[in-house]
């Protein structure tokens, strides 16, 4: 029986998916002594038939069954198996079947132009989160791992082997099972409802707003023409260079919006029940576990002190602001982006590699030169055939090492806006990397459908191309702990650091011109991140804030506790009270609990620059290509004291976020150069 599994030909999915359920049906009437042998053979064909289905020819609303079969048959063979090294092996290849068919699933919800196929993705990613919540439940799969840890060998095991373990204990017990009354049905209703809710949310605050003239305030009479009794107000409107216009437009689009005030705390109570019914105090509790902050308390504790030390930079640099606009009107919140970018601009006037059109063919070049010089690896497009990909935008490259010249991964770009594609600009793992699965990502922008793009444009497209690089070159053992698998504050370390780089003056203009200019105001290791930017980076510390109250108490309504953090946050701002500011913020839904990431991964990616020097030059440093390599299969905190030199201290992180706001305001706004 054993030897005719491996000559077994299957010319179609259909015929597999049938092989597969008698397989399946076979092993589990086999008598105990043969059961183990046999389904290890199973599990080796299904490797390899896996193979030869390639993502780009999947249609996951077909394949689920098939998915949920091979699954199952994995989970058998977890159960029965007496070595430890391959029952997790069994369990990491139940996690990377599922991932494979949810990320196609949640890929296509991005870039499919069909509602029928949207609709049958949305449908299987579902069935998938359900079955993850049926297997999290398995009473067998807990009771193993546990004994995994009470094992004598356990302590004898790789490092990465117990840290795996670990983990899924970790993923199961956030789910509910050791708590008391534990009902999977009742758990899994609360997600799909937080999921129904967060897209709710999220839709409604990308809606436009709808002016008539006969209500429209004067600023806005221009944005009628003789043919039109209305208009659509979007975010566009906030970006005019008039400041009556963006300050009218600001006050209709943030107004007090009681159905989306009803949306928000739907989902935060929805979120808090969850954590309740899983054994957390909160939702916020839930989601940091195993992450670098640790705890709610950390994260308020980094962030307080960061807006204290923040704080006399932010006055300072308000002050210029209102000099600048010259009207003697308060600057205020929706003054914030157009002066910031003002001023920027003028400062980097005689940087023609900040000011000027890039082409995207010079961007890519640009990537090359980076991922050579820091990561001693190729990227090569490759001419795939006709009707391999998606539509006939999309670049396919490969990424090789130079050393080895082997091929470690496969990056597909698909950089132009289309009419189907989701707004967003994100980064895709359709395949994760392992020792023996090749990792392939999309990265998905929306420029416009011409070769040129502005500076801030590339600062969008290094930072997914950071998420990228994370999971090409994180090929662990196990997909569980792969590259761009690890908690938020972590993950996005990778990304921040190329985002970081790529805005350093002077290795931008060398990248882009083989050469930087000299201008004698302006230090060598300047980042577009340090000039004025202390007011943003205190809009982003108040968004923190309020994502982590919100998610750690229970709220019955938003809008007084948005102006309570406000005017403790902001209080330099006089934002009016008809309006609800954080109506509009997505991230409550997409990183609810999780948003300080950003700023956490920030101050560390801050440290590790000034560590390792890349300051104002890029160079091969080992240590930053093993933190990619090493994915989350190692401690998180343990990697980044390996890569800083010191463990994380609240102090230094905050330290290495003002410094620099401080060194550029001592140059500029204090010394009388700008």
């Known amino acids: 029986f054993t030897t005719l599994l491996y000559t077994i030909k299957f010319e179609d999915s259909a015929s597999y998916l049938c092989a597969v ?233 943030h107004k007090f919006n009681k159905d989306q005030d009803r949306k928000l705390t739907s989902l935060l109570a929805t979120r808090s029940s969850l954590a309740r019914e899983t054994g957390f105090g909160n939702f916020s509790s839930r989601e940091l576990v195993g992450s670098l902050a640790g705890s709610p308390e950390n994260v308020f504790g980094f962030l307080d002190e960061l807006h204290f030390q923040l704080r006399p930079f932010v006055e300072r640099e308000m002050a210029y602001f209102k000099k600048v606009k010259r009207t003697g009107e308060p600057f205020n919140v929706w003054d914030i982006d157009h002066y910031s970018a003002e001023c920027q601009s003028k400062l980097f006037q005689n940087f023609p590699a900040f000011n000027s059109i890039i082409s995207l063919s010079e961007v890519i070049a640009i990537m090359k030169e980076m991922s050579k010089t820091l990561f001693q690896i190729s990227i090569a497009e490759d001419r795939t055939e006709f009707g391999a990909l998606w539509h006939e935008d999309v670049i396919k490259f490969n990424v090789y090492c130079n050393t080895s010249g082997d091929l470690l991964g496969v990056i597909y770009c698909d950089l132009y806006s289309r009419p189907e594609k989701s707004a967003s600009v994100s980064l895709h793992t359709l395949q994760c990397g392992t020792h023996q699965q090749m990792p392939v990502v999309a990265l998905i922008c929306n420029f416009e459908n011409s070769d040129q793009i502005q500076y801030k444009d590339v600062e969008l497209l290094f930072h997914e191309y950071g998420h990228a690089l994370h999971v090409i070159l994180g090929r662990t053992q196990y997909q569980h702990v792969s590259g761009g698998r690890g908690p938020t504050d972590f993950a996005e370390i990778p990304s921040i650091l190329l985002e970081s780089l790529i805005s350093k003056i002077h290795i931008f203009e060398t990248l882009r011109f083989g050469r930087s200019e000299k201008i004698n105001n302006i230090a060598s290791d300047t980042s577009v991140f340090d000039c004025f930017n202390a007011t943003a980076t205190q809009i982003q510390l108040y968004y923190g804030i309020l994502d982590q109250v919100f998610h750690s108490s229970c709220v019955e309504e938003t809008q007084s506790i948005a102006r309570e953090i406000q005017q403790k946050y902001l209080s330099q701002l006089q934002i009016p009270k008809s309006t609800a500011w954080h109506q509009r913020f997505t991230h409550f839904y997409r990183y609810g609990g999780r948003y300080y990431s950003y700023l956490w991964a920030r101050a560390i990616v801050n440290m590790i620059i000034d560590q390792h020097g890349l300051q104002s030059e890029l160079r091969f440093i080992p240590e930053i290509r093993q933190l990619f390599e090493q994915g989350a299969s190692k401690c998180c905190s343990h990697q980044i004291q390996d890569l800083i030199g010191e463990p994380l201290k609240i102090d230094k992180m905050v330290e290495s976020l003002v410094k620099p706001i401080s060194s550029f305001q001592s140059q500029f706004l204090i010394s009388g150069k700008n």
């Open 21 to 253: 359920h008698r397989m399946h049906s076979i092993v589990s009437g086999l008598g105990n002594c043969w059961r183990p042998l046999v389904k290890r053979r199973v599990f080796i064909v299904y490797r390899q038939l896996s193979m030869k289905y390639h993502f780009s020819k999947l249609c996951p609303h077909e394949h689920w069954e098939l998915t949920k079969q091979k699954c199952l048959v994995f989970r058998d063979c977890f159960t029965d198996s007496d070595s430890i090294e391959e029952s997790v092996k069994f369990l990491d290849s139940i996690s990377n079947e599922i991932c494979l068919i949810a990320d196609m699933c949640h890929f296509l919800l991005h870039i499919h132009p069909s509602k029928e196929e949207n609709n049958a993705a949305q449908s299987v990613y579902h069935k998938a989160c359900e079955f993850i919540e049926e297997l999290n439940s398995d009473p067998q799969i807990h009771k193993k791992l546990k004994s995994f840890k009470s094992d004598p060998r356990f302590s004898s095991l790789a490092s990465e082997l117990q840290h795996i373990i670990n983990k899924f204990l970790v993923d199961i017990e956030k789910s509910g099972f050791s708590c008391g009354g534990y009902e999977l049905s009742e758990i899994f209703a609360l997600k799909t409802r937080i999921n129904e809710v967060g897209q709710q949310f999220t839709e409604a605050a990308n809606l436009p707003v709808t002016v008539s003239f006969k209500n429209c305030p004067t600023p806005l009479f221009n944005l009628f023409d003789g043919n039109t009794s209305q208009i659509n107000l979007d975010i566009s409107h906030l970006k005019s260079r008039y400041d009556d216009v963006r300050e009218s437009s600001w006050k209709i689009f």
